[in-house]
């Protein structure tokens, strides 16, 4: 009895709430039941008292229609005399009709339960009603023509409650009309006189249901046997069973006739209201007629009696809880006192007073309690002494490297601050955890510490100019532990700048990632800087080229001008000689044609023509131009593969190539012996190559070597090979065009050229074209240029803006034979293509004329309103005839570059004509 485990037991056994709370629920449950049961047998004997009262009234309704039909005036037939006139028969019918109404209108008052009375001759015909007399037919529709022929049978009708023909659709909200059409016959004398149509106003039953309340919050609502609402207290629910119950038919309420509806408890009752309707049995409208009450309740008020149980019996409850709490609180404190008295000696020891002893005293239990808790303070006291002074030791420490972290702190701060680079750290999830002053300033912000990253990233993100691709990129380096990038971007707010941004995981001495760093370096003047270095050396290049250019030009025009010059001043010259200084001239100007083809594949204004080349052959071919034209002492050697590759190339821009190489490699070895040696060969390029070469794609290529054994070049010269207009020639012995158009024609072609030169050794030029696909190599038409040119007899338009040019064209095309039209702008062609289309066989059509420019002529011409004429388009620059098509929306025939070669014009013409008629034939043939 002396353990605290029997003293709670037994103060367990005395309270006894157990049980009590047992009998509590035993009770509240059996109590709710009947308290449930009495609400809903009030709840069915009220909806079946309110459904008596609306059989009631349509019984009622009957007897006064029956009392009706029993008036004599209303009864009264029209009898005729033999010898009335038709004028008397008419005066006598009206004062027989106004006697009717008169009597319908005394009678008003008695039948307010209707709405409409209305009197008919056996043949259907109105006689006399109480309401408007001007609708005719009102409350006798056209599918009640079985009953009023009952009724004129001697059969009282009954229909079922519906809408009438009369009542007007009602407006969202409202309700309509409902009425119940009687059908009786009035007799006398056992013959059927007149018919009487009644309908029965529901506003008595709508009144008395709306009065009959089910309790504070419930409601009845009426059906009848089609599941119509013949009464809702919403009448915008009235005969609409979508509105009030879709789901459930009459059938549901009456197999159910109690239970839960939505918040509402329900009573339904069966009502007959056609079940002694006259007193007699009637021919109604649909036999099994049968109307529903049902009465709604909300569950809140039907329950409110369980609710008053439940509360009464929660006092009870709660009355006997803090009995038994006041018994528990009572023996708490006699149990817990010793218990009480160790804690507040332990407080005491926990302040530091280790002077404190309990009384060994109480039960068993907390004797030996006591006991332990003396030892264990002495023992405490013990070591406190000890663990003071080695406390005082640590201390004096801590506080020594307290001091040079704070100093180690600072120091950091004041460099991660003042450094140029903005730095920012995210962690893992998401928050920011530091950021420099510079990142605030490079982004315009006042505070990023503790936000989220996505919050962040709309705010940076708005900064730069591709907003988009930056976005993405910001997401895919947070959600990455791994990935390293250092890009350059471009930053329009709050001002226009260049920025370097590297991004790498953070990385603790575990090597785990629980941080990504952002750091962003304005390279704006840096880049300015660049810019402005680079557009000088654009200036200081244009001006080399100028004078290169210059001074080429010069000597061809001395050589084109003076050769013509001795042409027109030597009266008596031979013909002999005279063909040799025409000769000198058209050398000396298809060398200038030749300089401006470089200009223009220079500035990328000529296209390549594709086709299947074969390597080694092009190279014989520059071999064999190069025997005759560079010294003897420098000696050509090939050494070609012979399982060379096809490329698919142009020949004559990779000949161009390699003619410029060879040149370089001429002009390099100079006056001294030495040898230039090309070399082909097949490589595959892996991924690790290709990557270390700017503008290399793994792949298949055919590689051309050009080697020369001249002077080789310096590193800072090798540098600047392939630069526009760069040259180490002197003064007008070169453009520096030429390295840099062939290394854009093999860029054009997909490939690359690379260079490897040492000074005092000699330099070696790489050629890397990539090997010709199965579907894009096609035959080599080898013969085309050497068929023999042929003339004709057709009449060509030539159409230039050139004076110049138009002579030189028009007699090209004479001596040939052809008949020539010239006209000096699109216009003026266009005007005599209208004229004499039917004569012209071929246009020649210049691009660039000032007035209508070659393409804005030709889309004219193929605009349908001309001839169909073939065009061969002509221009100083290569154009593609595909090109042109999209441009035009159609297709010329042909092409001929400026300066004309008399021979290729003359062929290109006859190649056009021949096709044209060719192509004239075939449609005569079809």
Not at 135 to 163: P, W, Y
Not at 279 to 292: I, L, P, Y
Not at 586 to 606: C, D, M, P, Y
């Amino acid at each position: 009895m002396s353990s605290i485990r029997n003293r709670v037991l037994i103060a367990l056994l005395v309270t006894g709430l157990i049980p009590l709370l047992v009998i509590l629920f035993i009770t509240q449950t059996l109590t709710r039941r009947a308290i449930q049961e009495s609400q809903y047998d009030q709840m069915s004997e009220f909806t079946e008292e309110v459904g008596r009262n609306v059989a009631s009234f349509v019984e009622n309704a009957s007897r006064d229609l029956t009392n009706l039909t029993t008036n004599q005036i209303i009864r009264k037939r029209f009898d005729e005399v033999a010898s009335w006139t038709e004028a008397e028969r008419e005066v006598e019918y009206e004062r027989f009709l106004a006697e009717k109404q008169a009597e319908f209108d005394r009678v008003l008052l008695s039948y307010s339960d209707f709405f409409d009375i209305t009197l008919y001759d056996l043949e259907g015909s109105y006689i006399a009603s109480t309401s408007s007399p001007e609708i005719d037919n009102l409350g006798f529709r056209i599918d009640d023509s079985v009953e009023h022929a009952n009724a004129v049978a001697g059969k009282a009708n009954v229909s079922r409650a519906r809408i009438p023909d009369s009542g007007e659709i009602p407006d969202e909200g409202s309700a309509p009309d409902i009425e119940i059409v009687f059908s009786l016959p009035v007799s006398q004398g056992g013959d059927n006189l007149f018919v009487v149509h009644a309908s029965l106003n529901f506003g008595k039953i709508w009144g008395s249901l709306d009065a009959a309340r089910m309790g504070e919050t419930g409601h009845f609502v009426l059906l009848d046997s089609l599941n119509n609402a013949l009464y809702h207290p919403n009448r915008s629910r009235i005969f609409d069973p979508a509105k009030f119950d879709g789901e459930n038919s009459v059938s549901h309420w009456l197999s159910k006739p109690i239970g839960f509806y939505e918040k509402y408890v329900y009573t339904a009752q069966p009502l007959n209201p056609y079940g002694s309707v006259f007193g007699q049995s009637m021919e109604v409208t649909g036999q099994d007629e049968e109307w529903v009450l049902v009465g709604f309740k909300t569950i809140e008020e039907a329950n409110e009696l369980v609710q008053e149980n439940m509360r009464y019996t929660l006092f009870a409850g709660l009355g006997t809880l803090c009995v038994a709490l006041m018994m528990g609180i009572w023996l708490s404190r006699k149990l817990s006192e010793p218990v009480t008295q160790l804690s507040q000696a332990t407080r005491l020891v926990a302040k530091g007073k280790l002077s404190t002893h309990i009384p060994e005293i109480g039960p068993q239990e907390m004797k030996h309690l006591a006991r332990d808790f003396n030892q264990m303070v002495s023992e405490l006291k013990e070591h406190r002494e000890g663990l003071e002074g080695l406390v005082m030791e640590r201390t004096s420490n801590l506080r020594e490297s307290q001091e040079q972290l704070s100093d180690l702190t600072a120091q950091l701060r004041a460099s991660y601050d003042s450094t140029q680079e903005a730095i920012l750290v995210v962690k893992m999830d998401g928050r920011v955890l530091t950021a420099n002053r510079r990142f605030y300033e490079l982004f315009g912000f006042e505070g990023a510490i503790g936000l989220n990253v996505k919050d962040l990233e709309n705010q940076v993100r708005e900064c730069f100019l591709e907003d988009e691709r930056f976005g993405k990129h910001w997401r895919q380096c947070n959600d990455s532990l791994s990935l390293v990038e250092e890009n350059e971007w471009s930053i329009v707010s709050p001002r226009e700048m260049v920025v370097s941004i590297y991004s790498a995981p953070v990385k603790n001495a575990s090597n785990v990632t629980f941080a990504r760093l952002w750091m962003f370096r304005d390279l704006t003047e840096q880049r300015q800087l660049e810019n402005g270095l680079r557009q000088a050396q654009k200036m200081e290049a244009i001006g080399r080229l100028a004078g290169g250019v210059a001074h080429d030009f010069n000597n061809l025009l001395t050589g084109i001008i003076g050769n013509l010059s001795l042409v027109q001043m030597e009266k008596g010259i031979e013909h002999s000689q005279m063909e040799k200084l025409v000769a000198s001239a058209k050398h000396a100007g298809q060398r200038a044609a030749e300089l401006v083809k470089q200009l223009l594949g220079f500035s990328r204004q000529s296209h390549l023509k594709l086709q299947r080349c074969e390597v080694n052959g092009i190279v014989e071919e520059v071999r064999d131009l190069l025997v005759h034209s560079i010294d003897p002492g420098i000696q050509i050697v090939l050494e070609l593969s012979d399982d060379l590759w096809d490329i698919c190339a142009d020949p004559n821009q990779v000949q161009q190539v390699l003619m410029n190489m060879a040149v370089n490699a001429k002009d390099a070895i100079g006056s001294n012996k030495g040898r230039v040696r090309v070399s082909s060969v097949n490589l595959e390029i892996d991924e690790f190559h290709a990557s270390l070469v700017n503008d290399a794609s793994p792949g298949d290529y055919v590689r051309i070597s050009v080697e020369d054994t001249g002077s080789g070049m310096s590193p800072e010269v090798r540098s600047k090979i392939f630069e526009p207009f760069f040259t180490t020639k002197e003064q007008g012995k070169g453009t520096g065009l030429g390295l840099a158009t062939s290394y854009g024609i093999i860029q054009q072609h997909g490939g690359w050229i690379s260079c490897e030169s040492e000074e005092g050794v000699g330099t070696t030029f790489h050629i890397y074209l990539p090997r010709g696909k199965t579907n894009e190599l096609g035959s080599e038409d080898s013969k085309k240029d050497k068929q023999p040119v042929k003339g004709g007899t057709e009449t060509v338009l030539l159409v230039d803006d050139e004076l110049v040019v138009r002579m030189v064209g028009e007699g090209v095309l004479k001596h040939h034979g052809y008949n020539v039209i010239v006209a000096e702008d699109g216009e003026v062609a266009l005007e005599m293509i209208r004229e004499r289309g039917h004569e012209i066989g071929v246009i020649m059509l210049d691009l660039t004329m000032p007035k209508l420019s070659g393409r804005d002529t030709f889309r004219r011409l193929r605009s349908g309103d001309y001839p169909a004429i073939p065009v061969v388009v002509c221009s100083g620059y290569l154009v593609d005839l595909d090109e042109f098509a999209d441009e035009t929306g159609a297709k010329p025939e042909g092409f001929v570059q400026k300066p004309y070669d008399s021979e290729e014009l003359a062929r290109t013409l006859r190649r056009v004509l021949d096709e044209a008629g060719a192509g004239d034939l075939s449609r005569i043939v079809a």
